[in-house]
């Protein structure tokens, strides 16, 4: 009991350090991706040739973030085949086929298409480039669509039962479509839009503060700033339509969630802890700040409860999430980063109705720019936090009430987990700082104005059409001083 013990807590470590340091760059690909799309779209609308050196420049931390993002993903796959066999011969029925629909369609479409986007601006048709730009964008939001699926399909199995320790499939559309399937796709993928968006917008924020191509960075800014407007509000309301999920299908994560280890019976309305210090070990808070009645009302449960809001102490403790305090914080820190994103947002909204965000201005809102600066990596917090929730809170299950995670790891000595796992912490963070080294290179050597634009003869002279654009192979007046 102690091997298998020893080889589950390894194995959890390793796939949670695996999957939070990956999760960093699909993030960016799915979000920067969509933002290429709109970028390009308006250089071929307007020839505003602003947007196509953004293109070009966003195109590069896209390039990086790929490229990383496969190093880093492929081993996760293969530790359902190392360290989680039992786990993968028992739901490979339809485990298996969606994590290869995820490899098969969506990471070999973005990758087919992803040398056109980069190095076919010249060699190809426009309209053929704006469509490779377009399909890399989808391969990398259906990644998003797959790996939640199989997620999700973990969390609230459906389309089959357990036959004799597999799972047999007897709808295949039934189980894709599982209970947490839709706003699981939604919140993840409004997750890595805002993300991505705070980072353009925080990267363009340096730029402003630096006084280096304000103007032209002062235009990422907004557009990112435009998008977030409707992104975080919307962010917001997908979260709580996942806690709602939560609370009908898995009420003891929502248990842990919220550290309610009594359960509130039906016709009382639960109060809402706003922090406290769970014990596991005395099954209660030591201490605790609640809202009263606030759990009833966040969940919408109109006339007080009709069902009773089930504490921990309704489960076993092996049939229980034991990190409550873990969880309870992770979930604590995810809302109140999307909130905190959504309330920066609704600031520098004001700021640019009140004028203060024109070039002329933009650059003395530095401690704006600051803020903004510090808050690009809070979404990726925010993530991973989340991330933390879903899946610690679904212990001690693997396939929800389905296989225990004790019994979907691989009988494996301890200490070869030790080695692996060793060696991928040594791994992932030298990929980890080689990424902020060649990141924080293009950030520091910024877009390249002499690069030739399509459509255009070199030999002649750049017309200049408007302040900062212009139909040639020219610099805007900006970035010539």
Known sequence: MDFVSDTVVLSRMQFALTASIHMLWPTLTTGVGIYLVIIEGLWLKTRNTDYYYHARFWAKLYALNFGVGVATGIPMEFQFGTNWAPFSEATGNFFGSVIGFEASWAFMLEAAFLGIMLFGWERVNPAIHYLSTILVAIGANLSTVWILTANSWMQSPAGGEMVDGKFIVHDYFQAIANPFMAKSVLHMFLATLETSLFVIGGISAWYILKQRHTGFFAKSFKIALAATIAIAPLQIYAGHLSAEQVYHYQPAKLAAMEAQWNTIPAGQSASWSLLALPNNLTEQNDWELAIPNGLGYILELKEKLTEPVLGLKEWEPQDRPRLVGLIYYAFRTMVGIGFLLAGLMAGTVLFWLLGKLSEENITQQRWLMWVWMFAAPLGFVAIDTGWIVRCVGRQPWTLYNQIRTVDSASHIPPSNVLVSLTAFTITYLLLLVAYMYFGSRIIRR???????????????????????????DERPVEAQQ
């Open 446 to 472: 910024g877009p390249r104005f002499d690069l030739l634009i399509p459509g255009t003869d070199p030999n002649k002279p750049a017309i200049k059409t408007a302040p900062g654009e212009f139909v040639s």
